[in-house]
C-alpha cells in the first residue's frame, strides 16, 4: 500500500494523532516525519529556502517582472497566467513534483 511523508523542520505534540487524522483524510497512511541529519534534512531546508526565495519574490514588482517577459518572449499583451512546474529526483529516485501559479499577478 502506497503511503505518503510530510517532512517538516521541528517535532510537534501529538505528532502520533496528527498522523492518524491525516491518514483518514488521505485514506492512506500518511507518515510525519523531522528529521535531523541526512538527505533528508537537506530536502526540509531546500524547501524552506524555496519558500523563504518565493516570500521574498512576491514583495518584488510583478508588474515590471511580467513587462520583461513581455519583452523577453515578444508578446502582444502582459500574460494574464503562468503555471510552472518542477520535478526533481536523485538518479531516477525520490521523485519530487511541485507547479506554481500566478493568475492576474497573484500567486495561486
Not at 531546500?46 to 516570500?55: D, F, I, R
Not at 529526483?89 to 495561486?108: E, H, L, Y
Amino acid at each position: 500500500m502506497y503511503h505518503g511523508k510530510i517532512m517538516i523542520e521541528e517535532e510537534i505534540e501529538d505528532e502520533e494523532l496528527l498522523s492518524d487524522i491525516l491518514s483518514e483524510e488521505a485514506k492512506k497512511k500518511v507518515e510525519i516525519k523531522s528529521p535531523k541529519r541526512g538527505e533528508k534534512l537537506r530536502f526540509v531546508e531546500m524547501a524552506k529556502n524555496n519558500a523563504k526565495v518565493t516570500l521574498e519574490n512576491n514583495s518584488s514588482d510583478k508588474y515590471e517582472i511580467l513587462s520583461e517577459l513581455k519583452e523577453i518572449l515578444n508578446l502582444d499583451k502582459l500574460p494574464k497566467k503562468i503555471e510552472t512546474f518542477d520535478i526533481s529526483n536523485i538518479s531516477g529516485t525520490n521523485i519530487v513534483a511541485g507547479m506554481c501559479v500566478m493568475q492576474d499577478r497573484k500567486n495561486k
